[in-house]
């Protein structure tokens, strides 16, 4: 049997680029992974909408159902193949709740409200601390424990959660008997980017002036990466500490206009940011463009798209079901 895989993401809003090279180019890049075998994947991949995690902030319910399927739109867009991928919707899986609430009878408060990002959402939401905020990192290991997943694509920021679902499966075993798989990180490189108006704070869907979205247009690209704010000087140079504004603006470069900083540096050697920034426009937009294109064409696919939800949710449900059988027992829910 292949390892499985598993990763998911929330449902909040029109992703953004940082999104698309953290998550989703990656998503394919491991969907097609070869194991050595003609037209066979090296892993069993499974890729959900995590619209039960995306309650935690404030949201909108008429506009929730908007939001999944914009978000199915851009998984298939982007090349997740439901061929070789199972998509499924978090919510459609019941045991998801059913594994949390079971994992959090285990789960020690002290570790939790340790969390780094718990501490980051309570400090940008304060009007919004909920409980579901505090206890996300119990949803997420249930997410990962249900489906047996031995690897997880994780950024530096969410390797704290992981190893948190890992304490979980080696409490519970430890209880109750083997049980769970110890998922381990793979850790993917990912251009941490910044917004595009504060070169200090990363590139956020709240931030929509500093946010290039994939669903923007050529104009609208044309006019945030010409409105962003850039250091002293006109050099096109690559020194975070001291040039922060026109590094990333290089990251985006390096990462969607396939020239390696160095290359970058050269190209605009002795001229000044305004000559860059058109240029760099042009590239995100010549970058975008298929997806953006092919995006448009799904979207009038409605009977395809929701054959592929069914199928991904029936798939995962009978996986899902047969392992949160399999806790039951071991701790007593019998009948």
């Not at 199972?86 to 340790?114: D, K, V, Y």
Request: aromatic fraction near 8%; charge should be positive; charged fraction near 25%.
């Amino acid at each position: 049997m292949k390892p499985i895989l598993i990763s998911g993401v929330q449902p909040t809003g029109k992703l953004h680029i940082g999104n698309y090279l953290g998550a989703l180019k990656n998503f394919v890049a491991l969907q097609n992974l070869p194991a050595g075998k003609a037209g066979s994947g090296k892993y069993e991949c499974y890729f959900f909408i995590a619209d039960l995690h995306s309650l935690t902030e404030d949201f909108s319910p008429k506009e929730k159902p908007r939001q999944v399927a914009n978000l199915v739109l851009d998984f298939l867009a982007a090349g997740i193949n439901p061929q070789k991928s199972t998509i499924f919707i978090q919510s459609q899986i019941p045991a998801h709740s059913e594994l949390a609430w079971i994992l959090n009878t285990i789960a020690p408060m002290g570790e939790l409200s340790r969390m780094t990002q718990f501490k980051e959402k309570s400090e940008n939401h304060k009007q919004n601390i909920n409980i579901g905020l505090f206890d996300y990192p119990v949803l997420q290991a249930a997410d990962i424990l249900l489906y047996d997943a031995t690897v997880v694509p994780v950024g530096e920021d969410q390797v704290q959660h992981l190893e948190f679902t890992r304490t979980l499966a080696r409490k519970f075993n430890a209880r109750f008997g083997k049980v769970f798989i110890e998922p381990k990180p793979l850790l993917t490189d990912v251009p941490r980017l910044m917004s595009l108006d504060n070169p200090t704070k990363k590139m956020s869907k709240s931030r929509l002036a500093g946010c290039l979205f994939l669903d923007d247009s050529a104009k609208a690209i044309r006019e945030k990466i010409k409105r962003a704010v850039t250091d002293s000087g006109r050099e096109v140079k690559y020194d975070p500490k001291h040039k922060p504004a026109i590094s990333n603006l290089m990251k985006i470069y390096e990462a969607m206009g396939e020239k390696t900083i160095k290359e970058i540096e050269t190209k605009f050697k002795n001229k000044g940011y305004g000559e860059f920034k058109n240029d760099l426009a042009e590239v995100v937009i010549k970058y975008l463009a298929p997806f953006q294109k092919k995006k448009k064409q799904l979207s009038r696919e409605h009977s395809k798209i929701k054959s592929i939800l069914v199928r991904g949710n029936k798939k995962a449900s009978q996986k899902a079901e047969k392992k949160i059988k399999e806790i039951k027992n071991k701790i007593g829910l019998t009948v």
